[in-house]
Structures are given as structure tokens and as C-alpha cells.
């Protein structure tokens, strides 16, 4: 398997990017309310075509070994070539993860296209994350499309059987955290424990621009005890324990960072370094590069800079960015940035160790 203490010097030389969100495309066949990249209130009004194959290839190859890649959409299974796109990075950039969350709505293609992926990229783990908002009714409300928890549960069915074929692959939950579901909470987390082969559970909490900011009034207590419980579930080996090498190191990861992301919320600060646009960029389906999801000041766009990755993160435009992000109170709740915050500053390695001592 590809290792994740490859990046072990990433730890003292924070000078390129070893996780990278690709937004491979705008598309979608559900119509979630709260998502901020579909619902912003910055979405263009004619977005650029799409990244061909041939193009992602070519940043791939200007990017150097990556310790996690993480697709996003849209549905990243509305594009027929996920699997063809999966490969180009696996065999560049040798990601020891490669992380896959879908509304679960296309039960057949996700299966086709997981099953592929798994083929084709054993040395990384393959983790599909499926998003469950609510238990039944709730969830289909929530997310304002009919149906759409029964084909997530078909797709879960189909899905569940890899585990037992495929040792790099990993099954798990997300859900987003907003008004609208803070009350119930619990529900969906007894539900998701209920799951056979669901070890991970993950609770995003709602974030970004949106067009209808009132899914954005989250009671902080509530969202407390929500990661409290889930907590609770993990050391008690209810869920949260990952199959692969290093579990019990990200298992301790997550529940720090649930904690920080509850305290910057309390706060309205930033309680940490952010390593934006120096460990973490952003790669947009039109090649718009970014240092997050949650900026929206552009690095540059690889069409203009011949796909050269390395080129846009040394433009001046790029160095602008970094010094504000450094100089100015910029603060988010973006878990998958807060896991590279935390596994990589070693200031935080004795919270880490006390909870990997009690898993």
C-alpha cells in the first residue's frame, strides 16, 4: 500500500501540496438546498467547460506525491470517466487515499465505477463516503429530492459486499449538520450505527456562502453533543475505527478535531495554523486553482499557466494570497483542512496522543 508516512517531511517543510479537492464537475441530480458550491451566491452563470482527461493528465504529472486526494462535485459518478481520472493520479501521484463522498443516487454506476477504481488502484485506500441527511422522509426533505434515501440505501447494499473482496476499500456516512437536522441528530446517528460494514460516520458542519443562509443557525450546543455521541461510538468500537494501517492515529484526529471545530465556532476565530494553498489546494472542474473551498480569490486557472501546477503556487498572485491568509483572522470549519491542520503541527501532537492512548 501506498503510505501515508511517505510525508512524514511535510511536518517541518510545509512547501507543496500533499492533499488536494478536485471539483470535477458542477453537474448534480439532487437538489440540496445547502450546498454551497451549487447554491452560492457566486455560481457563474455559464461556467467553463469542463477539465478533459488529456488536460487532467497533464496536472497530475505537475504535481509531486500526494497523501490524499479528494474528489467533489456535484456527483462526482455524473462523470463516466471517475474511474479513468482516478488512475491518472494513482499512477502520478501515488495518493495513500483517495476519498469518493455521493448522494448515492446512481445505485449501478456507483457500483460499476467503485468496482473499477478498487481494480485498478490497490495500493490506495478507496473510501466512498455516501450522504445520509436525515432517516427516510427526513432525508429526502432535507435535500429536496424524492426518493433519494432509498436509492442511497440501495447503493449502501450494493457497496457493502467490496469489503469483504477488497482490503483498501472503506465505507462510510456523512452528514451534513445544519438547522434543519440539529434536532435530530441522534436519530441519524443510531441510524448510520445500525449499519453493517459502516465504520466511519463523519459530521460535516454546514458551511460556505449560501443562497439561504438560515441553514447556517446552528446551535453550537447542539452540535456538541452530536460529536460527543460520536465520540462515544468510537470508543466503544460502536464505529469509527478504520481498517487500514494507521487507524488509531486518524480515529484520535478526528475526535480532535470535531473538539476545534466546535471551540473555532464558540470563538468566531481561528485557534490554529491553516496550511491553505502550501499543504491544501483546491482544484475547480474549469481549472481554476485555489489554496480552499471557502476563498474565492483564485491562485490562477492552469489553462493560463500550461497546467503547471508548481507554476501557479510560485505566481505572485499566489504569494498575495498566502501572506493574507497568514496575516489576516480568516477562519472556517472545513474538516478536511482541519485534518491536515492538525496532523501536521506538532503542537498538537499531546492532544492526539491522549486520545490514541484511549481508543
Known sequence: MYSPFWHIGS???KRR????????TRKCNSACPFCFYLKSGNRPADPPEELSLDEIQKISRSLGPLLWL???GGEI???DDLAEISRIFYE?????????PTNGMLPEIIKE????ILKECKKSIVVVKLSIDGVREAHDSLRHTPGSFDKTMQTYGLLKGFLRTYPNFELGVNTV????NQDTADDIIDFVSSLEGIKTHTISLIRGSLADESYKAVDNRKY????ERLDKNLKKKISGIYRFRGARIKAAQDIVQRRLIHQTTTARKRLVPCYAGRLNLVLTENGNVYPCEILRKPFGNVRAYDYDMRRIMRSEKAGDILRDIRDNACYCTHECYFMTNILFNARLYPALIHEYLQL
Do not use: D, G
Open 113 to 116: 465505477q467503485t468496482e473499477q
Open 17 to 24: 501540496p500533499i492533499q488536494m479537492t478536485f471539483f470535477i
Open 92 to 100: 502520478n501521484n501515488t495518493p495513500a487515499l483517495m476519498l469518493y
Open 11 to 13: 511536518l517541518f517543510w
Open 77 to 79: 459518478f455524473l462523470r
Open 177 to 180: 449538520f445544519c438547522s434543519e
Open 224 to 227: 456538541r453533543h452530536a460529536i
Open 70 to 72: 479528494a474528489f467533489s
